[in-house]
């Protein structure tokens, strides 16, 4: 059943169509349905174009995650609405590439690697284009299987930890959560603009990768009704397994020196925040001496 994407209010219908009266100042013969809970309209998104809901889902509106998670792309039995799976395909590929030109550059950058890296790396570029292109085929399709598995288990499986305390209840769609993950990972399609202009710049990398991670926080948590909290360990632990798989292929074709993720800017960011957080607790600790 659809909802209000202002206030979560069941509706029956998002609107009614009319035909017969053909009036041109009313819209196309579609009246919008106004929620008795809250006197706005239910979904407003039904009659915008998907250029607008880009920009709103970029800018994290949570009314535009409802519509798309709710209201569109939620279909019966828990299956996975056609255009999702061409999304994610996109994204596989997207991906593909961009971790093809990381990895090619973090090798190229002599100073943070060791050497039997960096002769397997020559190898493995030594090879038929194809080869190499299925290579680093292989390990993102890995690597985001990693990252939606492990989430689809926490979120829906009856033995994940987080239920078994009681932090959310079970949440039986797992296809649904792929969709939300998939769909709050649109500002992926960004780093293609990058490659077009300038893509050396770390500052424009490192707040895509943690506009990323905040979406796919807010789609979480508006998907399974949980805080912030919860959600964010959800797509903590997604991301941990993502890059624990990928350096776990690497690994088997011995890059173990290369970062999957390397200078997409999360992970570093990570650091130093836990080291300011340290500094921080470091003053507190001196000033209460003091
Ligand atoms: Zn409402």
Redesign the pocket.
């Known amino acids: 059943m659809p909802i ?6 069941p ?1 029956k219908t998002l609107y009614t169509e009319y035909s017969g009266a053909d009036d041109k100042s009313s819209g196309h013969g579609v009246r919008l349905t106004v ?6 309209f ?1 979904d407003k998104y039904v009659e915008h174009d998907y250029v607008v809901l880009f920009i709103d889902l970029v800018l994290i509106k949570p009314q535009v995650y409802r519509h798309l998670l709710h209201n569109t792309l939620m279909r019966e039995h828990d299956q996975f609405d056609p255009s999702i799976m061409r999304l994610g395909i996109l994204f596989l590929l997207f991906d593909v590439y961009l971790t093809w030109a990381r990895i090619e550059k973090q090798t190229s950058s002599s100073a943070s690697m060791d050497e039997p890296s960096k002769r397997n790396f020559l190898l493995l570029a030594q090879q038929p284009i194809v080869f190499q292109y299925i290579f680093f085929l292989i390990l993102c399709a890995l690597s985001t299987l990693a990252f939606h598995l492990s989430i689809r288990i926490l979120s829906s499986s009856p033995y994940s930890p987080l239920i078994l305390f009681g932090l959310i209840p079970r949440y039986p769609r797992p296809n649904s959560v792929s969709t939300a993950l998939l769909v709050s990972s649109s500002t992926k399609l960004f780093p293609i603009l990058m490659v077009i202009w300038d893509y050396d710049v770390p500052a424009a990398a490192r707040s895509l990768g943690w506009a990323v991670v905040a979406n796919n926080v807010e789609a979480l948590k508006i998907l399974l009704g949980c805080g912030y909290g919860t959600a964010a360990i959800l797509a903590s632990v997604g991301a941990i397994s993502r890059w624990m798989v990928g350096r776990g292929v690497l690994w088997c074709v011995g890059l173990d020196g290369v970062d999957p993720v390397g200078d997409s800017g999360v992970a570093p960011d990570g650091k130093a925040l836990w080291a300011l957080v340290e500094l921080g607790r470091e003053w507190g600790g001196r000033l209460g001496m003091g």
Do not use: D, L, Q, W
Not at 35 to 40: M, V
């Open positions: 209000c994407i202002e206030c979560r209010y509706v929620c008795k809970n809250c006197g706005r239910c």
